[in-house]
């Protein structure tokens, strides 16, 4: 019986109830990651063309900043009927991730009911994708603050916003919230240990535009009410203000962005199977496509983040 | 019941036809001479015909032969004395064949007789019967002897997960084996989250592991029969054995009820873990498992033999690790067997069961700030019956009907840990059952063509229903033996197999949180056709057998979670689930030493097994989960001195398949909480860990000792699992520095070098 005790306490003290022994790995792949083409570019009635279009990295390089990233010297066109539009490289400071993201910006502004057509040239491939603005702008017709919603992603505060579906299409849905913010906000998810050193002080505001993670659908209420509780991004305080919208996004759209969210929830939650993020653009990965804002309605949070 | 009775006698007519007034039949049980426990598989050859017959899982058999004055029976079975006795056959006999046991004697446990050639003579194949003595020898887990870590060694099969008793058969998921103790499904077969399984080596008669070339008798799953039969009870004296090991303590009582005519068992195991793990952990920490098997028979008279049998096995446990995965589970089993066994004349077996099992499941896990609840249950009654006929010595004709009503209630719920407020809890009493029926009705024809050629051939015809859908198939199955000279033989079989309930895996925690549900309108029954073709050769009198099969399997309706798709409470998970097929091929060599002071074998396994699901990985094939190219086992036991046996195991297999992530892209036009870098994904299952190998030693010692004018015999086991504390793999997972992005990769492994010790008594 001595013996019995004493093995079981080395046997304990090395297994330590199935405690589980973690170490760092290395991931042989081959050398020669085959880097895939990114292209995201949204058209918005009324506004210029913003391409964004960059290279994928080893997944273990740490170099992943837009900068980085960003494909450089790629020929960037945008055809509607005989109207050609050769877009630019340009760049915008991000002062809320305090970084360069750099861009191919277009001159002639979209407009409803055309169809466009992207072409892309770069390192000797050429991706072409085109887009319709035809999606039907919705109203707004209420807005309420909720504390506490559940959801798959868990328990959030947030809005509700209620829209009247137009009927006889399937129609996709997104949130768009436009606020001014200074540096002591936080973003609600990834961003709790950014420090923001790129604001002149702790009063500057600069503009953020949040953009809701879910892609709602009309399916099964065409034609009929529909309710959305949308997960806000950015921490607030009461008396914000933000001005929201509801984008109706083109099919396209709608399917990259629900891909990207899934991947989202399947990286974070260790219960989700992977998601491969199907594309919609032969030979690159991405989307080409587009949206029509709401008209924006004023919201104002009657209470601080909980 | 009337139009079965009429079809078995036609059956048995068409196929007594070369049947004549001299024939004569006998027939009877073979049983160990000590405990009167029935010897299931036991050879029964007449030496003058060279013909000859085994016993069935009750230790019955039917030999019929010419009458004569005087025919030598032959009768043998691994482990035990040859026995051959001359009998006067003129007319039906009726025996009782006693044989004893080789390790009957003092301290004597070297298995030196008993031929056993039914791999080379009989046409079906797949089939490995486990040696119980091996389970008792091999080095094990912290001195736990552990029979499906057993099964893991053989080939064709492959443990899943580190450690855990899960095992694969030819490219099948884990769902795909039907565990069966005493007929009754054993659902979860798992103590301690799968490092040990709910089966006590104590109470266990026999073990039969079937992967291919399934007889009719059997189905409702695609890739493997694991028959478990327990034990009856010593019908002739009272026996207590007993054995405290570092994790639990078990006692099995057995003996006479009314001597030579009725017996019972009684065998319980249960945890002591807890006691040893409060002073190294924290509170919240815990773990109880204990399983009790009980069996009581009766024979009624020369014709009738009933049996009851119990099992319940149940865990709970609690494992709390701020930094880490933590759960909560309480998880059981239940099954109660009653079984008749009713001889019509001295040709006709017969066996009716009714089978109750009760197996549910309730899981919390979280990890990473992620939470997932999971609730099973499966509610199972069983009425069956089944008829061996033998009218000739060529033929054995075996057929059946079987009916059982399923009711099964999943639930699921994933979600993130709710920064305030409580999470969403399941409450069984709202969640909705999913009802179904499932019947069978099989006949097949064991057929002894001539001494060289023998076929198995039957059909088996399923049907179920659920959600108001009927599903109903035919399948044929077929296995057929050549004998190639007095020691080889060459077989090839074809199955057929559909199977009604699934066990959807997910693939990516780093806990199981798998759940059973049953085929509906969208999810249909899994199906494979099977072709294997193989040679077995014995050595040595039958002292060493070898065997080379290769084989084929395609399944069809593999039922996956969709990607990103995440649990709901909800009994209706169809709307997660993927459909896709799978196929498996590859080749098995065997050899193995079954007497002398050195027992073993090696087992090496080269397979390819792929799946391809329309809406997984762009449509295109990828490696199944547990696809392994290569799969090593070597075992031995070697009989030092007449008190001590030395043992090792040796696994070794390639490196598991997991889903990883080859490039990153970054986001940009996405709004604020798109914002970040995104996986490229060029294949599921694309990457291999690393291979997985160990070496288990262990030594036993022996002796019968004498106390107060009494023999009892003692036993002190000692183990090392994972002798050189490789490293292996159990999961992988990445951390991604919230400042620099980089990821790095974490590799998580479970079980380091661990000694173990038991003791173990009987008398």
Known sequence: MKTVKKVASITIAALLFITACKKDITINFPADHNSKVFIEGMLYPGKKPQIFISKSNPFFSSNVSPQQVFARRAVVKITSGTTVDVLVQDSIFNKFRCRWEPFYRGNIPAQYGKTYTLEVNYDGNIYTASTTINQKAVAIESIEYTAEFFDVYGGHDGVILKITDPPGTRDYYRFQMNRMIDSSVRHAHVLDKFINTCVSGPDEKFPVTDIGRIVFTDENADGQKILMSIEVTHEYEKGDKGWIFIQSLDRNSAEFYKDLDDQLQAIKNPFVEPVFINTKIPGAMGVFGSAVLSDSVLFVYPRDHP | ?763
């Not at chain 2, 396994?605 to 990985?617: P, Y």
Request: hydrophobic share 35%.
């Open chain 2, 1 to 763: 019941m009337k139009l079965l009775m009429h079809i078995i006698y036609v059956l048995a007519l068409l196929c007594s036809t070369t049947a004549t007034a001299q024939k004569i039949t006998i027939s009877g049980y073979v049983k160990d001479q000590v405990s009167r426990e029935v010897l299931i598989g036991a050879s029964i050859v007449n030496a003058n015909s060279k013909t000859g017959t085994s016993t069935n899982q009750y230790g019955f058999f039917s030999l019929t032969t010419p009458a004569t004055d005087t025919i030598e029976l032959v009768i043998s079975y691994q482990g035990y004395n040859i026995q051959a006795k001359k009998i006067i056959a003129k007319t039906n006999i009726r025996l009782e064949v006693f044989l004893e046991n080789t390790s009957a004697m003092l301290n004597e446990v070297i298995v030196t007789a008993g031929k056993d050639d039914r791999n080379i003579r009989k046409a079906q194949m797949g089939v490995i019967d486990v040696p119980i003595k091996a389970i008792k020898n091999l080095p094990v887990l912290m001195g736990e002897r552990d029979l499906l870590k057993i099964i893991q060694l053989l080939p064709g099969v492959q443990g899943g997960q580190e450690g855990t008793t899960g095992f694969y058969v030819r490219g099948g998921n884990m769902d795909q084996n039907l565990v069966q103790l005493d007929e009754a499904t054993v659902y979860n077969p798992n103590h301690l989250f799968g490092l040990f399984s709910t089966f006590n080596v104590n109470a266990i008669n026999n073990v039969q592991l079937i992967k291919g070339g399934f007889p009719a008798e059997y189905g409702g799953r695609l890739s493997s029969i694991l028959n478990i039969t327990m034990k009856e009870g010593n019908k002739s004296k009272y026996q207590v054995e007993g054995g405290i090991g570092l994790l639990s303590n078990n006692l099995t009582v057995q003996g006479p009820i009314q001597k030579n005519k009725s017996s019972f068992i009684v065998s319980a195991r249960q945890s002591h873990i807890n006691l040893l793990i409060k002073p190294f952990t924290s509170s919240g920490n815990s773990y109880k498992f204990y399983d009790i098997n009980a069996k009581i028979n009766f024979e009624l008279g020369s014709k009738d033999h009933l049996f009851i049998s119990f099992f319940k096995g149940n865990d709970k446990a609690g494992y709390n690790n701020p930094n880490s995965l933590n759960y909560i589970t309480d998880f059981g089993n239940s099954t109660a067997t009653v079984r008749w066994n009713h001889l019509l004349g001295s040709k006709v077996f017969s066996n009716t069961s009714f089978i109750y099992n009760d197996y549910n499941l309730a899981l919390a896990t979280s990890q990473n700030n992620y939470y997932s609840l999971l609730y099973t249950a499966i509610k199972d009654v069983t009425a069956k019956t089944d008829f061996t006929i033998t009218p000739t010595t060529r033929h054995k004709i075996k057929t059946g009907f079987s009916y059982t009503s399923h009711r099964l209630t999943p639930a699921s719920f994933s979600a993130s840990i709710p920064r305030r407020g409580n999470r969403i809890t399941i409450n069984k009493g709202n969640i909705n059952s999913l009802y179904s029926d499932e019947m069978a009705f099989y006949i097949a024809n064991e057929w002894d063509a001539s001494t060289k050629f023998g076929v198995n051939y039957g059909l088996r015809v399923p049907v179920f229903t659920a959600s108001g859908k009927t599903y109903s198939y035919i399948e044929p199955r077929i296995s057929s033996k050549l004998s190639v000279g007095a020691t080889t033989s060459v077989k090839a079989s074809y199955t057929r197999m559909n199977q009604f309930l699934h066990l959807v895996p997910n693939a990516t925690a780093g806990l199981p949180t798998d759940i059973w549900i049953p085929s509906g309108k969208k999810t249909k029954p899994q199906s494979s056709t099977q072709y294997a073709i193989g040679v077995y050769k014995n050595f040595l009198d039958d002292e060493i057998e070898a065997s080379l099969e290769v084989y084929h399997k395609r399944m069809d309706n593999q039922v996956l979670f969709g990607e990103g798709k995440q649990l709901k409470i909800s009994s209706n998970l169809d709307s997660l689930l993927v459909y896709g097929k799978g196929e498996s091929y590859g080749a098995e060599f065997f050899l193995k030493k079954n007497t002398g002071t050195l027992t073993g074998w090696i087992s090496y396994t080269l397979s390819n097994t792929t799946q391809q699901f329309n809406d997984l990985n762009f449509g295109k094939e990828f490696p199944f989960k547990y696809d392994r190219r290569h799969v090593l086992s070597v075992t031995g036991s070697y009989q030092l001195t007449k008190a001590w046996i030395v043992s090792a195991v040796f696994v070794y297999s390639s490196g598991p398949a997991s889903t990883i992530p080859t490039g990153r892209i970054s986001t940009l036009n996405s709004g604020t909480i798109f914002e970040g870098n995104y996986y490229v994904y060029e294949g599921r299952n694309n990457y291999r860990l690393a291979s997985y190998h160990r070496l288990d030693l262990s030594a036993s010692n022996k002796k019968t000792v004498r106390i107060w004018k009494k023999y009892y015999e003692r036993e002190w086991s000692f183990s090392v699992y994972n002798a050189y504390s490789r490293q292996n793999p159990y999961f992988i997972y990445f951390e991604i520095d919230a400042l620099s992005s980089k990821p790095t990769a974490k590799q998580v492994s479970l079980l380091p070098i661990i000694p173990g010790v038991s003791f173990n008594f009987k008398f």
